[in-house]
């Protein structure tokens, strides 16, 4: 694939720890040669060889915020997209390629309160949105604002960061759910109790994102103090395979079960800008010239009304059940003269 656009610089990096926080959640700790700095709600680019190809994968940093030192924690999904395998594979003192940090996940640290809400593996921003949280309060010598943390997972084990969260919140302010014994956040109820202007900071799987973000927009609270990221892998649908048509560049093809359509268009030629490969930044969104089947949204930059729509498809997360036509920003007849 072609370089995403911040990764023009990278670095390389050394695995300097490797800790299984549950049976399919390890964390990996990078030590870099420099100071690259990040904030809480990054993610950090990382070259890897997937089945034969080189290709970047995005992961939350997690921890303090270190300025030569990256933490994240990576769940094993032996049916992905074999980036998580491919990390798993790697041992301590092995060198890898990092780009620079990105962050579309921000924490504003002004908010008189927040609400943390964390589905699976989408827990991993929250352990430096807490630290960094509590460390401003402690320097401007202020009462802490309040947190309130849902936190839920498949089953008890896949808690991962559970004991930090022990430690860092008071029973109070942290709830957990597991669907393994049946139980389930009321998003409406919880946003009901919340103070005006709370923050709430989304992280998990993208229907557990849908029905936070229709609940809050029920309770006419303002969007802006809405934030929400996605792990881009969990859809509507289960993957299966896909056509996928290109008519401007000639392209009739499948894109597989285990393969993102961005990664079809570049492999065949056809040039698409993107950045997070996560559906955060709306840089990959193509055109849909026709679709005869249903676009699996996975994306959290279309509007609800532009994914009903289906004019636009984000190549990176997003899926197809049936056929696609899409169109590329390509244009032969455009001549850029400066
Ligand atoms: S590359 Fe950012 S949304 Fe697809």
């Known amino acids: 694939m072609n370089e995403p656009l911040h990764n023009k610089f990278t670095t390389q990096a050394k695995i300097i720890g490797l800790k299984d926080l549950t049976p399919t959640v390890r964390e990996f700790t990078l030590e870099l040669p420099r100071a690259l700095p990040w904030s809480p709600g990054s993610h950090l680019p990382i070259s890897l060889e997937v089945k034969g190809f080189k290709t970047w994968r995005h992961y939350s940093l997690t921890g303090a915020t270190h300025p030569q030192r990256y933490q994240f924690a990576v769940k094993?999904?032996?049916?992905?997209?074999g980036g998580s395998m491919a990390?798993?594979?790697l041992e301590l003192g092995e060198l890898v390629h990092v780009g620079t940090p990105k962050n579309h996940f921000s924490l504003d640290t002004s908010a008189p309160s927040y609400l943390l809400v964390a589905g699976g593996i989408g827990v991993t921003p929250f352990v430096s949105m807490?630290?960094?949280?509590?460390?401003?309060?402690?320097?401007?010598?202020?009462?802490?604002p309040s947190i309130k943390m849902l936190y839920g997972a498949r089953d008890e084990q896949e808690l991962a960061y559970i004991d930090f969260f022990r430690q860092n919140l008071q029973a109070t302010q942290l709830h957990v759910c597991v669907d393994d014994k049946g139980e389930r956040f009321d998003f409406r109820a919880q946003i009901a109790q919340l103070a005006p202007?709370?923050?709430?900071?989304?992280?998990?799987?993208?229907?557990m994102l849908s029905a936070f973000r229709l609940a809050w927009s029920d309770s006419e609270r303002a969007l802006e103090d809405l934030h929400f990221e996605?792990?881009?892998?969990?859809?509507?649908?289960?993957?299966?395979?896909?056509?996928?048509?290109?008519?401007?560049?000639g392209v009739d093809l499948v894109v597989g079960?285990?393969?993102?359509?961005?990664?079809?268009?570049e492999r065949n030629g056809v040039q698409t800008l993107y950045d997070c490969q996560r559906g955060e930044c709306g840089l990959c969104a193509m055109d849909v010239l026709a679709l005869d089947g249903v676009i699996d949204h996975r994306d959290?930059?279309?509007?609800?009304?532009?994914?009903?729509?289906?004019?636009?498809i984000c190549?990176?997360?997003?899926?197809?059940?049936?056929?696609i036509i899409l169109d590329s920003a390509y244009r032969e007849d455009e001549i850029f003269v400066n």
């Not at 959290?300 to 636009?312: C, D, I, T, W």
């Not at 190549?315 to 056929?323: I, K």
Request: hydrophobic content about 35%; aromatic content about 6%.
């Open 76 to 81: 094993k999904l032996d049916q992905g997209r």
């Open 87 to 89: 990390l798993w594979s």
């Open 130 to 144: 807490v630290q960094a949280i509590k460390a401003q309060s402690q320097r401007q010598k202020s009462p802490a």
């Open 197 to 207: 202007k709370t923050q709430a900071y989304v992280c998990g799987p993208q229907a």
């Open 230 to 249: 996605t792990f881009g892998t969990s859809g509507a649908q289960v993957n299966e395979a896909f056509s996928l048509k290109v008519p401007r560049h």
């Open 257 to 265: 079960q285990d393969e993102t359509l961005l990664e079809v268009l």
């Open 300 to 312: 959290v930059f279309l509007s609800p009304h532009e994914k009903s729509s289906n004019q636009k």
């Open 315 to 323: 190549v990176c997360v997003s899926r197809v059940c049936g056929t």
